[in-house]
């Protein structure tokens, strides 16, 4: 860590601690949040992990249904929908994350759902029909959640069914753009020990870019269904059983891909495509999954935990490229259609000892997954040279088709304690973990080049052919991956509701392979894992008789053989070699605020900073290109800002209005600095919501909304990247609506 950096933030934590203390008259607090995120239930407060934590109560007030909507709301977590598919996620938190989807290359941000990871970003913005809580872990986790943790985990939390009283809850949502949302959700008791729970939701919403071609009406339709079935039978005093099955169908459009200028040039919101685009079809993707989860308390101090699953992913996905009314230039279509399954098994032993001054888990996980993949890239009338004399003797239509197989495997084994010592009164925490994996992998490749629709646009020496095979190299690689992940943890209570901790640790992503590779041998040759040790200084903290919480945490990173994707063809971004060719110092601060001003208002507060810097990059051929390269996704300032206010005297119904302001710095979206000025520009959008819950004159359980999302109907890019052409995805224009929401 620079001494610049560590110097400011102790300057800062040690003012936050001397925060006023004093017992404030009034009574009302700060609820308690409680999370998962050490695998234990424990207080928010209590946790030495820089975290974010929505309640369910949370998610409905700011709109969030799916991980793509947390991208305004998390400093230093980026959730940019991939331009082929809104379902597909690519996830970035303090500047690491992964641009691509290929499925030889993990992501870096690991996402659980009930405690199962979920091995591609493919359907992950798929709807979750019944969330209890969304938890985000800033930074490395590699001790608890293993590989392909190096920038944080998310973890989406269900709610679980109960024996006690039968529930049912139904809510409508209804807007402009032709948006409705219905979900049902039935908790049924069937025994004193045993419960289900029934969930399904339906959502419908038009895009805001008519399509002037042929296909379907517009781009950005979504049209998605989500179902869960939730079974929990307390099998005894001591054991526990929840099974769950889900699944999505979702059927969205593809979004709006608009050629644009360079920075700092800015196109307008498109509105309509040309009459070019061709075929434009509807996505098709599909994740559905099976998991159990079993916990025997064998002691009062020792659980045994099993999370066991199996998940299934087609994945269909169609995109017309360059489709707007800016230029005459071809349609560029590509189509993915990925069948994608995987296997995992955990088995977790919990428990305490030595008079609950000894905290533990141990655990082994396996995990297996097998997928195929096919992808067609179309453009057509292109002009090409088939003489090979530099000058254009043809058109054509141009179909590249890749098919890849993937079988991999992984296990480890872990540990994390915690020992509180009795001396210093027990204020002071020390944990220490580790986590030893392996990683196995295979992957298989094959491209297919072709001419098709040839056309001479002038003398050839030799007869047309109608269809010619440029490529056809198949490839295959074999390899295997072994690390040990440590972490260290300070924590000290300084008093009963302020901590501080300092912690060391670990973060590995497995190597792959490149399916977009400049040649088969570096296909067959891959690369390697790449690796961040990260230095952790933080503070949670709860002042004035808890009324204010203040949680801040400075960082810096050591990341090295940083999987870089460098263009190796200068005129084509679709080859590219991933090179474990970087090194690279990362470095930020992140504060959450929360305080009561009054009985009726909360005001919350969070800011993210980041200074990312390489310091090597080398290309394939060993040359130093790092002055060429800069983080993505990775602006250096964010932040959010809301206030939530309760009306009083108001007698028929809990009435509340929350404001919410969200902002992020520019932020480069293109690595490569020869790329262009691929950036997306900063800017803040503004939301609200007017609720009416438990409306007594109706009798209560009753709940009437009125939400508005970008209410200034901000212009700005979701993403900015190299197509062929300098290409943009708008973020949606002003949206609002009502909410109906019946429950007992």
Known sequence: MKPALLKRAGIGLAGACLVSGSVMANSIALEEVVVTAQRKAESLQDAPISIAAFSSDALEKKGISNLVDLRANVPNLQLTPHPNSATTARVYMRGVGNNDDQVTQDPSVAVYMDGVYLARNLGLAQEVADIERIEVLRGPQGTLYGRNATGGAINVITKAPTPEAIEFSQKFSAGNFDYFRSKTSLNLPLGERLAAKLAYMTMQKDGFVDNAGSGVDRFGDRDRQAWRLDLLWDVSDAIEVRYAYD????????????????????????????????????????????????????????ELKYIGAYRELDNFTHQNYHAGERGDHATFITEFDIEQDQTTHELQLLGNALDDRLDYVVGVYSFAESADSFDLTVVPEFDIDLTGDGINDARATINAKRDVTINNKASAIFGQATYTPEWLESRLHLTVGWRSSRDSREATLRNVNQLSNIQPAGGLPFPTPTELVLADPEGRGDRDFRDSSPSFVVAYDLSETTNIYAKWVNGYKTGGYNVRAS???????????????????????????????????????????????VQTDPNDPTVTDVLNAGEAIIEGVEMDLTALLGEATTLSFSYGYLDTDYEVVRDAEGNDVTAEFRFVNAPGHSATLGVDYSFTGIQFADTRLSVDYSWQDDKFTGSNIKDGRYIVDAHGLWNARFSMADIR???GGIDVALWARNITDEEYYIAHFNALFPSAVFGDPRTYGVDLSYRF
């Open 247 to 302: 699944a999505s169908k979702i059927e969205d459009t593809p979004m709006f891909v608009e050629r644009v200028p360079l920075h700092p040039e800015e196109a307008d919101r498109p509105e309509r495509s040309s009459e070019s685009v061709r075929g434009l079809k509807a996505n098709d993707v599909t994740p559905s999954g099976h998991s159990l989860t079993a916990k025997w308390l064998l002691t009062d101090s020792l």
């Open 519 to 565: 040649t088969v041998e570096r296909f067959n040759a891959g690369f390697d894992a790449e690796h961040l040790v990260s230095t952790e200084l933080g503070l949670k903290g709860e002042y004035l008789n808890r009324r204010l919480r203040l949680n801040m945490a400075v960082f810096a990173a050591d990341y090295d053989d940083i999987q870089v994707n």
């Open 697 to 699: 004159a109706l009798g």
